[in-house]
């Protein structure tokens, strides 16, 4: 299941129109219709403002979850980040954790260095436990 399927899917199951659901994330119809059509990239505000208003975790949000393509696309800064990291951080080697990494923008772009990866992945690891 990709995550604008899971999206979708989530929304229904809660009764809410396109129109409530990006009303109560806080983000444009069109965005959100978007996201569930797979055709853009949510940020992690976003997709924390979209676990909250569905009453999940944002873990549970994105666990399972795949790309169109089957495998996740890594940006270069990501996958450099990944490579540096995961023997300290043994959940980056979790394909679970690489594709919920990257499904993330931040102002609609993947981090450009390792360094800002690395926070991100604190400040979401942080956020799940």
């Known amino acids: 299941m990709t995550l604008g399927e899971r999206l979708r899917t989530m929304r229904k199951e ?3 129109t396109l129109r409530r659901a990006a009303e109560g994330a806080e983000i444009s119809v069109a965005y959100l219709s978007r996201l569930e059509a797979d ?9 924390e403002k979209l676990a909250k208003l569905y009453g999940v975790p944002l ?5 399972g979850t795949r790309e169109t393509s089957g495998s996740p696309h890594l940006a270069p800064a990501l996958s450099e980040f990944i490579e540096t990291y995961a023997s300290t951080f043994p959940e980056l080697n979790d394909p679970d954790w690489q594709r919920t990494l990257s499904n993330i923008r931040l102002r609609g772009r993947y981090p450009e260095k390792k360094e800002d990866w690395l926070s ?10």
């Open 14 to 16: 809660k009764g809410l």
């Open 39 to 47: 055709d853009a990239n949510p940020t992690l505000e976003v997709l």
């Open 59 to 63: 873990e549970e949000l994105t666990a």
């Open 120 to 129: 991100l992945f604190l400040e979401l690891r942080r956020a799940l436990q």
